[in-house]
């Protein structure tokens, strides 16, 4: 699945998108930073409630496909802006973080 599938599948909000075919491989709940820095899979979709720049750091040192902001969190404008510039695909959606891991897990596990 890429990410634009996932974006499409779960009807995610894109902050910011930037590599559209980038396959998401896994996906990984959290939002303690410095626990997603040592578990969190590249290639995964990361889900989390933080919004702050320093996640933009975190997704980047774990070569994740996308952040997904869950529970209707809206990025910080650093966070937005850092991920702009890193090139870090930034996404968002209403659905609680339990609910969207279900939806992915199905998804990926279908794919």
Same mark, same amino acid.
């Given at each position: 699945?890429?990410?634009?599938?996932?974006?499409?599948?779960?009807?995610l909000?894109?902050f910011h998108l !930037?590599?559209? !075919?980038?396959? =998401?491989?896994?996906?990984y709940c #959290? !939002?303690?930073?410095?626990?997603?820095? #040592? %578990?969190?899979?590249?290639g995964?979709a990361?889900?989390t409630?933080?919004?702050?720049?320093?996640v933009?750091a975190v997704?980047?040192?774990?070569d994740?496909?996308?952040?997904?902001?869950?529970?209707?969190?809206v990025?910080?404008?650093?966070?937005?802006? %850092?991920?702009?510039?890193?090139?870090?695909?930034?996404l968002?959606t209403?659905?609680? =973080?339990?609910?969207?891991?279900?939806?992915?897990?199905?998804l990926? #596990?279908?794919?």
């Amino acid at each position: 699945m890429t990410v634009q599938e996932l974006i499409d599948a779960l009807s995610l909000t894109t902050f910011h998108l !930037d590599d559209p !075919d980038r396959p =998401v491989e896994g996906g990984y709940c #959290g !939002d303690l930073l410095s626990w997603v820095m #040592g %578990r969190a899979p590249a290639g995964g979709a990361w889900l989390t409630i933080m919004s702050n720049v320093n996640v933009a750091a975190v997704a980047s040192l774990t070569d994740v496909s996308c952040v997904i902001l869950a529970e209707g969190v809206v990025p910080d404008p650093p966070l937005l802006e %850092r991920a702009r510039t890193q090139g870090i695909t930034l996404l968002g959606t209403q659905l609680p =973080v339990f609910d969207c891991a279900c939806r992915l897990g199905g998804l990926i #596990g279908a794919s």
